[in-house]
């Protein structure tokens, strides 16, 4: 079974753009998390979604939106990229549902903003 | 609210044991365990949920004290392979899905 997939693994980006990451989760997984990782802050949740809707999501800026689509892909956006927003970001997936099931992720995407 | 775990990193030597802690003031609906290697992405090791229940892998061990909201991982017979910061994440009741870990505990396994 494939694993979870990221796309792009590196970006580099300019400050005050925006950015487009893509996570394709494991085959069946309805339920897709997001999170950013740091040196300083280690691994924080930005949101998740659970057949295509957002179910929790945490203490993120408006600027950081997400959505799924019905095979249950999901792309997580940032505007107005601010220096402090380079980082590792890392989507993982699960069966969902109401009880609490194992998260699998991704390789993640490595953002630089300059 | 961010769990806390202890030790913030430990040495061994291959054979040893470690335990790493994990605790929070909410009440916990689960907790997760997840080891990360330099370079890589985080990978499972255990769930422990309310109740009781465990899924995880048959060489790693862990306990949860509901009454306390504390988890501990139990690293037994340490391998070189072991080496990598543990992070416990934990969910809070009525917020499945939304996993909030701690900083890590960095294990390194000496031969």
């Known amino acids: 079974k494939a694993g979870v997939t990221q796309t792009p693994r590196y970006l580099i980006k300019t400050r005050g753009q925006q950015v487009t990451l893509s996570c394709s989760p494991i085959?069946?997984?309805?339920?897709v998390s997001w999170y950013q990782q740091t040196p300083g802050q280690g691994l924080q949740f930005l949101f998740e979604?659970?057949?295509?809707?957002?179910?929790n999501k945490g203490n993120f800026p408006g600027r950081f939106s997400g959505r799924q689509f019905s095979n249950s892909r999901s792309e997580m956006n940032v505007s107005t990229l601010e220096l402090g927003d380079s980082a590792l970001y890392l989507c993982?997936?699960?069966?969902?549902?109401?009880?609490?099931?194992?998260?699998?992720f991704g390789p993640g995407t490595r953002l630089t903003v300059t | 609210q961010q769990p806390v775990q202890s030790p913030q990193a430990v040495i061994l030597r291959e054979g040893e044991d470690a335990v790493i802690n994990c605790s929070s003031s909410?009440?916990?609906?689960?907790v997760h365990w997840y080891r990360q290697k330099h370079g890589e992405a985080p990978v499972f090791l255990m769930i422990l949920l309310k109740g009781g229940e465990q899924k995880g892998h048959d060489k790693i061990s862990a306990s949860f004290n509901e009454k306390k909201q504390q988890s501990s991982l139990y690293l037994t017979a340490s391998q070189l392979s072991y080496s990598g910061t543990y992070f416990c994440g934990t969910e809070e009741g009525g917020s499945q899905g939304n996993l909030i870990f701690g900083k890590g505990t960095k294990l390194s396994v000496k031969p």
């Open positions: 979604y659970f057949s295509e809707t957002q179910r």
């Open positions: 993982a997936s699960s069966w969902g549902g109401r009880i609490s099931y194992e998260q699998y």
């Open positions: 909410k009440a916990l609906y689960s």
């Open positions: 085959s069946g997984h309805r339920s």
